[in-house]
């Protein structure tokens, strides 16, 4: 599996774990009888705070990523020819992050991907309202259409990784 896939498939189980964690805590809140479901301030308040611990926890993710990527491959090089030194860790880390133009032609693919759930999202939840739901309804429906998005996103490049754009 080559770097860009590892790192895809970590993106998208942090996204997937985080969305579990919003919709066990949220909709959790609202089971308990701590929230109404139709208080907005409540809804937008913990989209605002699972926004700012998804930001937090990816950058976290991404830099323990490559912390562990870094030691495996200087465990293998050094299984391999005995020694490990640090200009060729950067080297092999400058080849492996390089984006060319098939990983920039599948990031745009994919990324389609992605804006098309959440339009979906979007347009569900307007739907909904438009049936008679809560207004939380459109914002609950908009922020997952978007963490649905960013997994759906991830699939894609690796579908497109392994088959080819």
Known sequence: MSYQEKKTVVTMITGALLLAAYCIYAFGQVQAGLAAAD???????TILVFIGISIV???IIQIV??????????IKQRKETGDCDEAS???HFRTE????EMDKMISLKSSRVAFVCAGIGF?????MILFGAAAATLIN???????LGA???????????????
Request: no cysteine.
């Open 39 to 45: 208080n907005l301030t409540f809804w937008a308040g």
């Open 57 to 59: 926890v990816n950058i």
């Open 65 to 74: 990523f490559h912390i562990l990527m870094a030691v495996s491959y200087g």
């Open 89 to 91: 860790l950067n080297r």
């Open 97 to 100: 992050t390089t984006e060319d």
């Open 123 to 127: 347009g569900v939840g307007l739907a």
């Open 141 to 147: 429906a908009v922020y997952i259409g978007f963490s």
């Open 151 to 165: 997994i759906a996103e991830g699939i894609a490049q690796l579908r497109f990784y392994r088959k080819g754009v």
